[in-house]
């Protein structure tokens, strides 16, 4: 595991997605194709920003993301279809795939589609964020580190769900769903590499936890530091405790 510092939001973005651009060419020409996650929310505005300006093939690279509130229309402001698709794919040439959760029908049969895919595309380079809480997609704590399935429907925790209202996404609790389909934290783990980019000094605690403290389901990120080809992407708000 690896650690980058830089000044602020924009410099971490900046370093991370030309990371992750750096990565996704090199497998393009080695393998031909690139298999990728992406995360959305507040913590990947400035990462995918500078990933769309990167000379890199799309029509060689298939996407999947991370997680989608059950129940939420594509066309309510905190969908992260939505954020996806006006974000990324309408800015770059057209992708050889996009796998995008649909939280809107069966939440079980949505979390089998996925699991067939993804388990035929192994996935080369993750794009991922931490939470307030520790969270890893939507795998608050305690999360699920055994489980073999690649996606799941997980319950939201009151903080996590606070977040995603403190961020504007929603403007009451009460407005957040109660549940969602998240990868799991072993597939994200099966990721060849992980760029995991968390700026701002209201993750710093979360940060501290995942970097310092002993793996546990309780620090859902802290399963990171097990990974063998993970680099955390960190501004000097995110990362004021670190010792």
Same mark, same amino acid.
């Given at each position: 595991m690896n650690i980058i510092r830089s000044k602020g939001p924009k410099e971490l973005g900046l370093a991370a997605g030309k990371a992750a651009a750096t990565l996704i060419n090199q497998c393009i020409?080695?393998? $031909?194709e690139a298999n990728i996650i992406l995360a959305t929310g507040t913590?990947?505005?400035?990462?995918?920003?500078?990933?769309i300006q990167e000379s890199i093939d799309w029509s060689k690279v298939t996407m999947f993301h991370l997680d989608e509130?059950? $129940? /939420?229309?594509l066309t309510h402001p905190a969908s992260f279809r939505k954020y996806l698709k006006e974000r990324f794919l309408a800015k @770059?040439?057209?992708?050889?795939?996009?796998y995008l959760i649909n939280g809107e029908g069966d939440a079980e049969e949505e979390c089998q589609r996925l699991a067939a895919l993804i388990r035929e595309h192994p996935i080369d380079v993750a794009l991922v964020g931490i939470g307030e809480n520790g969270h890893l997609a939507f795998n608050d704590p305690p999360a699920d580190f055994d489980t073999e399935e690649p996606y799941l429907i997980v319950d939201l925790d009151e903080p996590c769900r606070m977040q995603q209202m403190g #961020? $504007?996404?929603?403007?009451?609790?009460? #407005? @957040?769903?109660?549940?969602?389909?998240? /990868?799991? @934290?072993?597939?994200?783990?099966?990721?060849?590499h992980i760029i995991c980019s968390v700026p701002d000094r209201r993750k710093a605690q979360a940060v501290k936890d995942s970097l310092e403290r002993e793996v546990s389901n309780q620090y859902p990120a802290s399963i990171l530091q097990t990974h063998p080809h993970c680099t955390f992407y960190l501004d000097e708000a995110a990362a004021a405790l670190l010792t």
């Open positions: 020409r080695e393998r $031909g913590s990947q505005f400035e990462t995918i920003n500078q990933l509130y059950i $129940g /939420m229309p @770059v040439q057209p992708l050889k795939a996009a #961020e $504007g996404w929603f403007n009451a609790l009460d #407005e @957040v769903p109660k549940q969602a389909i998240s /990868m799991s @934290v072993k597939q994200i783990c099966k990721s060849k």
